[in-house]
């Protein structure tokens, strides 16, 4: 059996991201390896003590991370101000904080200040998820063959290790800056959701007007819209308020696109049409090539 | 083995939904069935020869309707004048016609007036496809399940055979105006699709402004709108032409909406933000109850 990277793993936070990490670890079977379980919402506590996926469910946030070798904050970006202010005073020496938000310039502004001097907080996320949350979401796989992206100015001992650990639940890691993580998530992730999140509220408010079946007859694109706005609402609004920036940005290129179309339809331009929907298709065949489906 | 509704079923168009017809006839094993199959493509008509899913491939299209009585058309909306053109003159007499296109007023105004007066034109849509085209695209299960709308303003006798008939293909069938099915889907269908080739084609350019990888950390919901917008450009260039009032008044009221969250993002409304994402999540569940996924 390999050294593990880490021997004490604590994961804050027992959601989908949070629970799959311990299952992922759990997967490994390595009997060298320690794993504290913490969230501020005591049921989540309750079921994972059930599911048994954790050496340790703490009760006490301090007891979940006092004696780890490695901290991972899985909590929506909102929240991980108060938890690093609440956590620090009792991270040991030498410790590595991660986290695994979808924002990253927002959290290294609220999780850096916070941190003592001794402790190495290296910001990371998972790109990985589905629509379902909370602690029963969770699965061993969730990792596998997706992108666990490490964000840092340059690749030290500390990096080294974590992209190991990152590794060994599966992730394919690179490292990159903050500011390219927020605006490469902004368009691949962020604002999808936003446009889906959209759709389904207009189809919604068009099923109340007209009395008519819009969901009944949900079509193939539309139901794919309706699972990417069933994600977490509260993770969502984080994310949105923390990417603020990039994410209007990206929405400003949208909104340009989208009325280039909407005239090419207005004006019946065939050709136009045609060509704008060929050139995407190539697009997907590309992402198929690498491996992301 | 229960007596067919109709003996001699003419295909006109052996793309994704044309072959899945005949899959789901053969599937059926009914030995008093024959199927006519035909394609202007002469490549796909030897493709559908090979796979031996017809009673008979026709060279000609004539041949593969004089002896009908059912003929599907399953071509691009905007195809369907010229082949209503092309096969008014063979139509034996009391022929039931119907077609499978996802606008269905174009269809009704390109497609009834060649029409002879001993035929029976009922329009429908399966409401039913996936990102892939072409002959090899089809499968026997397509329709199962999923709505199959025939649109008349009232039940006869040859609806009602029609309706056994995709009954019979696994379909669940309701009878639906033009306008009213032509509003629906450019909610569910035609405005998701837009939106998802504009997004896709926005982080292209983004890829290309800003040499990244969009496309290699293409991340959950993104890769969504990439299946969605790798559908067949031809199929969807009609679409946008032959509904774009309703496309058009859709797109509307998604720019509405979407403006009324960019706001909120813009002014950092954290609750209005979490309000609504909730709001949409309860979409999902609906769909999922009706079995529509």
Known sequence: MNKPEFKKISVIGLGLIGTSILHAINAKKNEDVTTFAYDLNSKHRDIVSEMNIATFVCNDIHDAIKNADLVILAVPVGSMKSVAISIAPSLKKGTVVTDTGSTKSSVINDVNPCMPMSVNFIPSHPLAGTEYSGPKSGFSTLFKNRYWLIVSDKHTYQTNKLSKFFESLGSIVEIVSA?????????????????????????????????????????????????????????????????????????????????????????????KLHSFFSRTRSIRKKIIEAGQI
Chains 1, 2 share one sequence.
């Open 179 to 271: 500011e390219y993580h927020d605006k490469i998530l902004a368009i691949t992730s962020h604002l999808p959701h936003l446009i889906a999140y959209t759709i389904v509220g207009t189809a919604s408010d068009l099923e109340a007007d007209l009395k008519n079946d819009v969901i009944k007859f949900s079509a193939s694109g539309f139901r794919d819209f309706t699972r990417i706005a069933a994600s977490d609402p509260i993770m969502w609004r984080d994310i949105f308020l923390n990417n603020s920036e990039a994410v209007l940005e990206m929405l400003q290129r949208f909104n340009e696109d989208i009325s280039d179309l909407q005239k090419a339809i207005r004006k019946k331009e065939g050709q």
